[in-house]
C-alpha cells in the first residue's frame, strides 16, 4: 500500500482519490469545500483542515498530487508546497499547466531538494470506472517510487489487443501510463493530445452537421435525403474507421436526444488549444485542422457574429444581397 496527498476534489480530483482507495492506497485529501472533503473522507480517505495538514499527516518520504484549474490557484498550492515538503518529497501538478511553467517549477522546487512531476492526466469525469491515461514529466527516480500509484489510476491492458512488434519498450505503456521525458514534457504530451482532441471533435460535429442538412430546402426537392444522425453516430461505432470514444459519447447524447435541444451550441475552450497553436506558431509546424478547431470554438460563442456582419454589409454593398431570413 503507498499513500499520497490530493489537493483539490473537484470532478476529476475526487475520483482520483476514490480511484486510488479502492485499489488500497491511503489518501490524505483537502479542499477549501469542506463539504467536498467530508465526501471522500466518508470514503475512506483520512482529511486534512488544509494544505499544511496534508504534509504533516503524511509520511515521509511524502508525495502531494495538486489537482486544481491551471493559473492562480495550482501556483499558490505548488509555491506553498515549496516550504511544506522536505527534501525527497513529491509535488505533482496533474491538471492542465502550461509545460512552460512546469520547467519553472521543477527549477525552484529542486533548489530546496524536492522533486516535482507534471502529469497530464486524461480520462475525464469517466476516470473513475475507466481509469485514467497519465502522461509524465520529471525525473526517472520519483516517477519509478510512485509506479504503484499510476498503475492503479491506468487503466489497465483491458480488451485492447496488443500492438504488434512492441517487445522490448516499456509494459506500462500499454497500462496507460508514459514517462514521456524530462520536466514539462508530460503537460507537452497532454496539450497536444488536447489540441488534437479539439480537431477531432471539430471533424464529427461538421460531419454529422452536414448530414442533419442532407434534407435542406437549399437544396432541390430531387435531391433531398432524409438521414437519421443518431442511428448513423451508432451504425459509425460498429466497425468503421472513426470509430472512437468521443463518438460513443455523440451516439450517447444524440439516442438521448436527436436535436440535442438542451445544448446552446456555445462551445468553451481550457486554454489546451490555445496553447497547442501557439506551439505551433513557436516551433513553424503546419496545424491548419487544429487552429481551424479552436476558431470554430471561439466562432461559437458570438451569435451575432460581427465578421458575419461586416460580410452580409459588404455583399449588399456591392451586389444588393439581402440576408436570408431566419428559419
Known amino acids: 500500500m503507498a499513500e499520497i496527498g490530493i489537493v483539490g476534489l473537484g470532478r476529476m480530483g475526487a475520483n482520483i482519490a476514490r480511484r486510488l482507495m479502492r485499489a488500497g492506497h491511503r489518501c490524505v485529501v483537502w479542499d477549501r469545500d469542506a463539504a467536498a472533503v467530508a ?31 491551471h493559473g492562480d490557484p495550482t501556483e499558490q498550492a505548488i509555491a506553498a508546497l515549496g516550504g511544506l515538503l522536505s527534501p525527497g518529497d513529491i509535488a505533482i501538478d496533474g491538471g492542465n499547466t ?21 502529469i ?65 514534457a508530460g503537460h507537452l504530451v497532454k496539450m497536444v493530445h488536447n489540441g488534437i482532441e479539439y480537431g477531432m471533435m471539430q471533424a464529427l460535429a461538421e460531419g454529422l452537421d452536414l448530414l442533419r442538412h442532407a434534407d435542406s430546402a437549399e437544396l432541390p426537392e430531387e435531391h433531398r435525403i432524409a438521414v437519421d444522425i443518431a442511428d448513423v453516430a451508432e451504425v459509425w461505432r460498429r466497425g468503421s474507421v472513426v470509430t472512437s470514444w468521443l463518438l ?36 513553424a509546424v503546419s496545424a491548419p485542422v487544429l487552429t481551424a478547431a479552436l476558431y ?20 449588399h454593398g456591392f451586389g444588393g444581397h439581402l440576408e436570408p431570413k431566419k428559419g
Open 39 to 69: 465526501a471522500v473522507a466518508a470514503e475512506g480517505a483520512t482529511a486534512a483542515a488544509d494544505l499544511a495538514g496534508v504534509a504533516a499527516t503524511l509520511a515521509a518520504p511524502r508525495a502531494v498530487w495538486v489537482m486544481l484549474p
Open 248 to 283: 460513443d459519447l455523440t451516439a450517447a447524447a444524440l439516442a438521448e436526444d436527436p436535436a440535442l435541444a438542451r445544448y446552446s451550441g456555445t462551445v468553451g475552450d481550457s486554454g489546451e488549444g490555445r496553447w497547442t497553436v501557439q506551439q505551433a506558431v513557436e516551433t
Open 120 to 184: 497530464g492526466t486524461s480520462g475525464g469525469v469517466w476516470g473513475l470506472e475507466r481509469g485514467y491515461c497519465l502522461m509524465i514529466g520529471g525525473e526517472a527516480e520519483p516517477v519509478a517510487r510512485l509506479a504503484p500509484i499510476f498503475a492503479a489510476l491506468a487503466p489497465g491492458r483491458g480488451a485492447i489487443p496488443a500492438t504488434p512488434r512492441r517487445e522490448g519498450r516499456a509494459p506500462n505503456v500499454e497500462e496507460g501510463w508514459l514517462h514521456c521525458g524530462g520536466h514539462g
Open 98 to 118: 502550461h509545460w512552460k511553467d512546469d520547467i519553472r517549477r521543477a527549477a525552484a522546487l529542486r533548489a530546496r531538494g524536492v522533486h516535482y512531476l507534471d
Open 296 to 315: 470554430a470554438r471561439f466562432a461559437s460563442r458570438d451569435a451575432g457574429h460581427f465578421a458575419g456582419k461586416a460580410l452580409s454589409a459588404m455583399r
